[in-house]
């Protein structure tokens, strides 16, 4: 408003209509005067730095003063007296560059689905794909599938692939060593594994 009247010269009736602005709102002056509630805060704010504003209109409370916790909000704001809040600090995962793969059985990716039949059967599903044609090579549907029988599907083409992704996770995990012969096979073939957090 001050730099319409100042660059136009009009008179302040002609710039608050043009503005749609009612003239009393143009002329009001703050009268309020916070200075007792600013140094209270303050003196709380020392002696509790943890402290929010809500906490710290509770402690007003309990001292028999009367203040609308906007009014402390709006105060404690301006007073700078905000609690940084600590945030987690997340692990930071240092990504990987996938291979850049130029010609297909590069890379075979294996995975289990499971699903839920309406009678409450669960089944699981074993796919095969190659990672450079997204070709399926092997999909294989059961309710359950042993080690052995996964280390069959893949017998017949482990030897032509140079590297198999396999999820990270309990599937392709086992306490006892030997005891999952299709990581055994991969070993003996020397195909390099590479696993790969699910999702």
Known sequence: MRRLLGEFK???????????????SCRYQNRRNDGWLREHLLELAREHPRFGYRR??????????????????WVYRELGLMVKRNRR???????????VLTAPNQEWSIDFASDVTASGRRLRVLSVL?????QSLALEVDTSFPSRR?????????????????IRGPIFCCRKRN???????????SVCQRRVRPG
């Open 10 to 24: 009009a008179s302040e009736r002609h710039v608050c209509e043009l503005v749609e602005v009612p003239r009393s």
């Open 56 to 73: 710290l209109h509770v402690l007003l409370g309990r001292e028999q003063i009367t203040v609308n916790h906007k009014k402390v909000q």
């Open 89 to 99: 600090k997340r692990l930071a995962r240092a990504l990987r560059p996938r291979p």
């Open 130 to 134: 190659d990672s450079f044609t997204k």
């Open 150 to 166: 996964v280390t069959r599907v893949l017998d017949k083409a482990i030897g032509r692939v140079a590297l198999m992704r396999l």
């Open 179 to 189: 005891s999952f012969p299709l990581l055994c096979e991969l070993v003996r073939r």
